[in-house]
């Protein structure tokens, strides 16, 4: 399996900025693509971003566009989200994924998930 581990979210003032890191226990295929969800309190899991570990492929969810970037080191195996300007409706645990598929936005098309990371932005 490959394993997904996030880190970067915590507590963050209306406004402010994180960045958030998914690093693979293991190099993935070029053919992977990698993805951040996110699931806030009673609300189903929801696309962020995606992108290609080779490539110009990039997709964003349109409420978080012109807010969030991912982009990715691939020496590292990690790919990043930075989060600008952020909104208290954007709290919730954030995801890593990884899929085979596509820079897709469905939950169905990633194999392999991270656990999480909490991101909370207070008012």
């Known amino acids: 399996q490959v394993q997904l581990v996030e880190s970067g979210g915590g507590l963050v003032q209306a406004g402010g900025s994180l960045r958030l890191s998914c690093a693979a226990s293991?190099?993935?295929?070029?053919?992977?693509?990698m993805a951040w969800f996110r699931q806030g309190p009673g609300k189903e899991r929801e696309f962020v971003a995606a992108?290609?570990?080779?490539?110009?492929?990039?997709t964003y969810a349109n409420f978080v566009k012109g807010r969030f970037t991912i982009s990715r080191e691939n020496a590292k195996n990690t790919v990043y989200l930075q989060m600008n300007s952020l909104k208290p409706e954007d709290t919730a645990v954030y995801y890593c994924?990884?899929?085979?598929?596509?820079?897709?936005?469905?939950?169905?098309?990633?194999?392999?998930w991270g656990q999480g990371t909490q991101v909370t932005v207070s008012s």
């Open positions: 994924a990884a899929g085979r598929n596509g820079a897709s936005s469905y939950v169905s098309e990633y194999n392999y």
């Open positions: 293991r190099r993935t295929f070029s053919s992977y693509f």
């Open positions: 992108t290609s570990w080779s490539g110009p492929i990039t």
